[in-house]
């Protein structure tokens, strides 16, 4: 018991913003994608979509000024990644808020801690831009995600009852919304409710 405990004591968590990524990281990233769609998806794709399509998609991720990419490594390799999309610089009146989108770990990677390692990354990098609110929106039989975002604070919303298509069947979607502290100027709450 007490060695398991060690073992998995020493394991190396980490989350990480890339720009870039290695052929190392794209093939660890295009396995843990696959291997997250093929246990239950639940962020965006219903079918693997194997290694080449998918090294494909994260190069153009990264290519996209509004999308920031996080990778979660588990002993330094990378398990599964996160997106936090900034609204277009067309859109001033939402600039204030951001989503957070795209979340897995892949199954052999799960219970360690890293989704809410990346959650709060993500957070964090969202708060550094100035964004106020971060809004995201999960299936509704997603569970444990959503236990992580309602243990984290975030609150639901609304519930859209047509939200997705999943092997012939219509699936519900909570919609859920957190503010953010800057970390300087004024606070969100009174930014909110204030008149100004
Ligand atoms: C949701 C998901 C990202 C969690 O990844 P994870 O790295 O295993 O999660 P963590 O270890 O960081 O656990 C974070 C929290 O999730 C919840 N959680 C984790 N495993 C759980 C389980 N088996 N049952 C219930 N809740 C669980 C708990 O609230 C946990 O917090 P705690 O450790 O303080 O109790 C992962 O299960 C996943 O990829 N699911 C499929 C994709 C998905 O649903 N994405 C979200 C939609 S965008």
Request: hydrophobic letters at 40%.
């Amino acid at each position: 018991m007490n060695s398991s405990v060690a073992v998995e004591n020493a394991r190396q968590l980490a989350v990480e913003r890339v720009e870039r990524l290695s052929e190392a990281d794209l093939a660890d990233l295009a396995e843990a994608t696959d291997a997250a769609i093929i246990e239950g998806g639940g962020f965006g794709w219903v079918e693997p979509q194997g290694r080449a399509a998918l090294e494909r998609h994260f190069r153009g991720v990264l290519l996209v000024p509004e999308r920031e990419l996080f990778v979660a490594r588990l002993d330094g390799h990378v398990v599964g990644s996160a997106l936090l999309v900034r609204p277009p610089r067309n859109n001033e009146a939402q600039a204030f808020a951001a989503t957070l989108t795209h979340a897995y770990i892949a199954p052999y990677a799960r219970g360690h801690g890293l989704a809410r390692l990346m959650v709060r990354k993500v957070e964090e990098r969202a708060a550094a831009l100035g964004h106020r609110v971060i809004n995201l929106d999960v299936r509704e039989t997603q569970t444990t995600a959503i236990s992580l975002f309602e243990n984290l604070g975030y609150q639901h919303w609304g519930t859209h009852p047509f939200y997705a298509r999943v092997a012939g069947q219509t699936v519900a979607g909570r919609y859920y919304m957190k503010t953010l502290e800057p970390g300087r100027g004024r606070s969100t709450g009174t930014l909110i409710d204030g008149a100004g």
